[in-house]
């Protein structure tokens, strides 16, 4: 899904979620090649490393705010 249209909807609902704006911003793109493997590209493992970042720190955000 696009991360930034669901982080839309959320902030709709509390601020608090415009915490994890830039992480959804960098992460929305890499769903294409899971969804069209045809538009992939080759990551380094810098890059992979960095999108895992942002998952964790948004993963971390919305399992504080389902407690």
């Given amino acids: 899904h696009d991360l930034e249209t669901l982080l839309h909807i959320c902030s709709q609902q509390s601020k608090e979620f415009e915490f994890i704006r830039t992480e959804c911003k960098m992460l929305s793109p890499f769903y294409i090649g899971t969804r069209y493997p045809e538009f992939d590209e080759e990551l380094t493992e810098k890059e992979v490393k960095e999108i ?5 720190k948004i993963a971390e955000f919305v399992k504080g705010k389902i407690k």
């Fill in 52 to 56: 895992l970042r942002y998952a964790e």
